[in-house]
């Protein structure tokens, strides 16, 4: 499902990314939420039947909309692709994979690449690294999720009996992570799959507006983690105070970069090769290119893990 709100320059490359999965058998719920660009034009305008667009008159905020999305969609896995994101080509068919793997797991998750304001990699956030990928049990204690919401993909059963909080117009999506977590084993795939606008989320409002909403999130668990719900909640208000004051230094940049570690040579071809494939999709479907140097540059990248994979022993 894709949650749209005033995204009409990335929708290109986000609906680009999903055209150019490896597998086609998926239904996008879109529901643009209130926007007033025209984002809803980019995605009804490709006349892809698999695409349910759906447009609110004002904007409700994103747990409204994700819960919208949610009751009208109708496949056996949930994921999330968010408008001013894109995925890698390859990702719906490794996540289905696992599932139909590993039956213990609800919901798996992967890394992020973590995009710099040119679109570049720039980073890595997900606890990619860690062989993780083996099914874990469900948390015992209140804590945030250990893997991002948006590289993951959920069992539909599952995803329906949680829900997401319509009242929260952000941090909808830890809050119903926590939920499922709490009550069914989960998995981390040790590869990105997903890449990230994480500089675009990050601003002071966005922030503190987060804060405010993560505790309403962990106060719906007090009767439960009475002890642990305090504990989060004194956690969120000491970093909602760390962010004032970075952003009060000017140091806004140190917020994003603390988030990510720097990627590897192997997970920098990958998305070369990602970026390069959506890339053509893009120009493809949207006639959108890119500039010279950087399309020369990602073609190198994917030609050169073309070969490495190709010279790799099965």
């Known amino acids: 499902m894709m949650v ?26 879109f529901v643009d939420d209130g926007s007033t660009d025209g ?20 904007n409700r905020g994103r747990g409204a909309a994700r819960q919208f999305a949610l ?40 890394g992020m690449a973590i995009l710099d304001g040119a679109g570049d990699l720039t980073g890595v956030r997900g606890n990619v690294g860690d062989d993780n990928s083996r099914v874990l049990p469900p948390i015992t204690r ?24 319509p009242k929260l117009p952000i941090v909808e999506d830890m809050d119903f992570l926590m939920r499922i977590i709490l009550n069914h084993g989960y998995a981390i795939l040790n590869r990105n799959l997903y890449a990230y606008n994480e500089y675009s989320a990050v601003t002071l409002q966005k922030l503190m507006d987060g804060s405010h909403f993560a505790r309403q999130s962990f106060q719906k668990h007090r009767a439960k983690f009475p002890l642990q719900c305090r504990a989060n909640n004194l956690k969120v208000f000491a970093k909602s105070v760390v962010h004032r004051g970075a952003f009060s230094l ?17 997970e920098f071809k990958e998305f070369q090769w990602a970026h390069g494939t959506v890339a053509s999709k893009v120009e493809e479907i949207f006639g959108i290119s890119e500039p010279v140097e950087r399309k020369l540059h990602s073609s190198v990248g994917a030609l050169s893990y073309t070969k490495e994979r190709e010279n790799a022993p099965a």
């Open 4 to 29: 749209c709100y005033n995204a009409a320059p990335t929708l290109p490359w986000a609906l680009g990314s999903l055209l150019a999965q490896t597998s086609d058998d998926w239904e996008c719920i």
């Open 250 to 266: 000017n140091c806004s940049d140190w917020l994003v970069r603390r988030r990510f570690r720097p990627p590897t040579s192997e």
């Open 39 to 58: 984002s809803s034009a980019i995605a009804t305008g490709l006349g892809d039947t698999r695409i349910r667009a759906f447009r609110f008159a004002t």
């Open 142 to 165: 209140l804590r945030t999720p250990p893997f991002p919401f948006a590289a993951s993909m959920i069992r539909m059963r599952v995803a329906k009996l949680c829900k997401f909080d």
């Open 71 to 110: 009751e009208r969609a109708q496949g056996e896995y949930l994921c999330m692709l968010d408008a001013d994101d894109w995925m890698y080509p390859w990702r719906c068919k490794t996540e289905q994979d696992f599932l139909e793997a590993e039956p213990e797991a609800a919901i798996v998750s992967a």
